[in-house]
């Protein structure tokens, strides 16, 4: 008797633990489920974001650079600076914005070279720490920067392997894309 109480005790707490086994399982699915669901929202919510910032920065540069031809002659760094101009150059340039703005704090002023605009500057503390420019086409209303820093010199806005717009030239030299962003 006391065997088959043993037994069925031992049968009890087996299907209990199966039970919580089961449980926990489910529980670690369920788990597992609500932070792929989470983590895929956040992407989405990441992507939507890009490409509404992809969409206002492609507005803006149309915008401004139809209106870029009025402020030619004026300094290199305010353009950057002011207005719907800060949101395209920290867009174009990323990290390296404000890297971009302390080497154009001594800012030339905004030229003609062909029918593209250019502005550039250096660090105030002398050209020879770096360098930065930019390049506005009109026609096609595509924006480049351009960063000389430490005898490289980083072009954005331009793609792999392209030749720099020929503005740059005038600027720093004929180079190729080598790092475009």
Request: glycine letters at 10%; one cysteine or more.
């Amino acid at each position: 008797m006391i065997v088959a109480q043993v037994k069925a005790l031992a049968k009890f707490i087996l299907k209990g633990v199966a039970l919580l086994l089961v449980l926990l399982v489910l529980l670690y699915a369920a788990f597992k489920l609500w932070e792929y669901q989470a983590i895929e929202t956040k992407r989405a919510e990441n992507v939507a974001i890009q490409n509404r910032l992809k969409n206002q920065f492609e507005d803006l540069t149309r915008d401004q650079a139809s209106y870029i031809p009025l402020v030619v002659g004026g300094s290199s760094l305010d353009y950057v600076q002011q207005g719907n101009g800060e949101f395209i150059f920290s867009y174009l340039l990323g990290s390296n914005y404000k890297l971009y703005q302390e080497l154009m704090e001594d800012s030339a002023q905004i030229i003609y070279v062909g029918k593209q605009i250019l502005g550039s500057g250096c660090k105030k503390q002398g050209c020879s720490d770096g360098e930065a420019a930019f390049v506005v086409d009109p026609e096609s209303s595509k924006y480049y920067a351009a960063i000389s820093y430490g005898g490289k010199v980083e072009y954005y806005g331009i793609e792999d392997g392209a030749l720099a717009p020929a503005a740059f030239q005038q600027w720093h030299g004929s180079h190729a894309a080598e790092g475009a962003k």
